[in-house]
């Protein structure tokens, strides 16, 4: 019989990471695009680092990083009482830090599509950074929001190595769909690992098929607006 | 009355560039900054409404300070109250032309001149639509009257009519004009077309390098003596033909080809494409170059 929990786990972990992601694009996004400072090369290249670095690598120094031995991993269970080593929480973090491209450089490149003069125009009307951020900047952006939306959680659904490396394989709190079908294929259970490969394939192709069809009308209306 | 009294470096395409800039507008004047491109026009607007900061000095608007670099007063932009229209009118795309008149409303401001607006500007029947569907002298019109909502004291205008086809032009000029006087406002207009100039402005301050050159009414800056005529248009030469012993001067005035005859001496500094004065002195028109 297939086991549904892993699939549950895969999505509650895609949803908390596009949250917190989306909570933390936004105004980094916004940094991003417009701030003059010169050294914001090294965030821009920091951002985009999970872009090239191979999953086991970030896995490897995440779990260093989460480890009760070392400093920050000590300071957290012993002030916090948190244990991020092969605990959904942890996952959630390296899930985070691995999809953070996905999800800031479609906002970021929103932004910097925008006219300037549009932000100087709502400022010379009286109206606040915080109010231009959210009724000028951010409903006209809309469509870089969404675009990532969808890759962060499309890529989150896809991950493995640094699920692997963080989170192991624990039923009910770190086995997601990608790493129940390593596990099933070890044990020769190929039906099983056909179900969830045939389920993720799927999503996938269902979630690019939205994205490029919502690219579509959006590029319409967008005439037409 | 504004006093400006500036000084900032500039990287310009030449190299480093000092704009130093020392001049007064007085109340509900027209003031028409004219000058080529990378001498510092748009600069100045900029400066005045407090997206660029100047390195040094002081700006003072109605007895209000706004700038002053050695008392360290510096009024943020949303302070300033100054309308200004972009040259790519910035209208915000995600709003109707309604919607972007209403989100220029202060708090509890009254909304009547919403429709005020909405009807000077001939914009009723194109409310609802967004900016998207607009051509290019209705975005013009919706981004002279948001700029207006506020009910500011000094309009900026940077280059508002470049994109817009001659007979449009001609139209939007009247619609700045009625503004203008409607408001009681204080304008300056970055242009390049000495017509548009001679039609709106009461001054001209013509900058060269960020420093400026010359300064007077159209006329004082334009020609290079002063015509007394009964009427005078500006325009552009568009052909020269001879005719037995006299030439026949084909001049576009507005949309308008107007023909005079000239004689030789009158034509001989004058090509195709002269921006020329034409004024009727007693019976006679005389075309004098303005350029």
């Not at chain 2, 706004?66 to 100054?82: A, C, F, H, S």
């Not at chain 2, 194109?126 to 975005?139: C, E, N």
Request: aromatic fraction near 10%; hydrophobic fraction near 45%; proline fraction near 3%.
């Amino acid at each position: 019989m297939i086991d549904f929990e892993p699939i549950y786990l895969t999505l509650k972990l895609a949803f908390c990471t596009t949250i917190i992601l989306l909570v933390l694009s936004l105004p980094l996004a916004y940094w991003l695009a417009y701030s003059q400072l010169k050294s914001k090369v090294i965030i821009e290249a920091i951002v985009s680092l999970p872009l090239v670095l191979p999953p086991s690598v970030l896995g490897f120094y995440l779990l260093l990083a989460f480890s009760a031995e070392n400093a920050f991993g000590k300071f957290l269970d012993q002030y916090f009482d948190i244990r991020l080593v092969f605990t959904f929480p942890g996952l959630v973090i390296a899930s985070v830090l691995y999809s953070l491209p996905f999800m800031v450089q479609p906002i970021q490149n929103g932004f910097k599509s925008l006219s300037k003069s549009l932000i100087e125009a709502s400022l010379l009307l009286g109206k606040s950074k915080t109010e231009t951020f959210f009724k000028i900047l951010i409903p006209n952006i809309k469509k870089s929001i969404l675009t990532g939306i969808v890759l962060t959680f499309a890529h989150t659904i896809g991950e493995f190595g640094v699920v692997l490396m963080v989170g192991g394989s624990i039923p009910s709190e770190t086995k997601v769909v990608s790493i129940a079908i390593y596990d099933e294929v070890q044990a020769m259970n190929y039906h099983n690992a056909n179900v969830y490969a045939g389920i993720l394939f799927a999503f996938a192709f269902v979630v690019l098929l939205c994205v490029y069809s919502i690219n579509h009308r959006f590029s319409k209306t967008s005439l037409l607006q | 009355m504004i006093v400006f009294k500036i000084q900032k470096k500039l990287q310009a395409a030449s190299g480093e560039m000092l704009l130093d800039l020392d001049f007064i507008i007085k109340e509900n004047e027209f003031v028409t900054l004219y000058g080529a491109s990378g001498s510092g026009k748009t600069t100045t607007l900029r400066i005045l409404s407090g997206l660029t900061t100047a390195d040094k000095g002081m700006i003072t608007v109605h007895n209000t300070s706004w700038l002053d670099t050695d008392n360290k007063v510096q009024l943020p932009p949303q302070k300033r109250k100054i309308a200004y229209v972009f040259q790519d009118y910035a209208l915000f795309p995600n709003m109707s032309v309604r919607e972007n008149l209403s989100y220029a409303l202060e708090k509890g401001q009254d909304k009547t001149i919403i429709e005020e607006l909405l009807t000077l500007m001939e914009l009723e029947q194109l409310q609802h639509q967004k900016p998207a569907q607009l051509s290019g002298g209705q975005k013009q019109r919706v981004a002279l009257a948001r700029a207006l909502v506020q009910k500011p004291a000094i309009l900026l205008l940077d280059e508002p009519l470049s994109a817009v086809d001659n007979e449009m032009r001609a139209k939007l000029q009247d619609y700045i004009i009625q503004a203008h006087r409607k408001y009681k406002l204080t304008t300056i207009l970055v242009s390049h077309d000495i017509a548009e100039i001679y039609k709106m402005s009461d001054q001209v301050i013509v900058l060269e390098n960020g420093k400026i050159s010359k300064k007077g009414t159209p006329e004082q800056v334009f020609s290079s003596r002063l015509v007394s005529g009964k009427f005078q248009f500006v325009g552009e030469i568009l052909k020269i033909e001879k005719e037995n012993f006299v030439y026949i001067v084909s001049v576009l005035i507005g949309n308008n080809v107007v023909k005079i005859i000239a004689m030789e001496e009158e034509i001989k500094d004058l090509e195709m494409g002269n921006k020329v004065l034409l004024a009727s002195k007693a019976f006679n028109p005389i075309l004098t170059k303005i350029d």
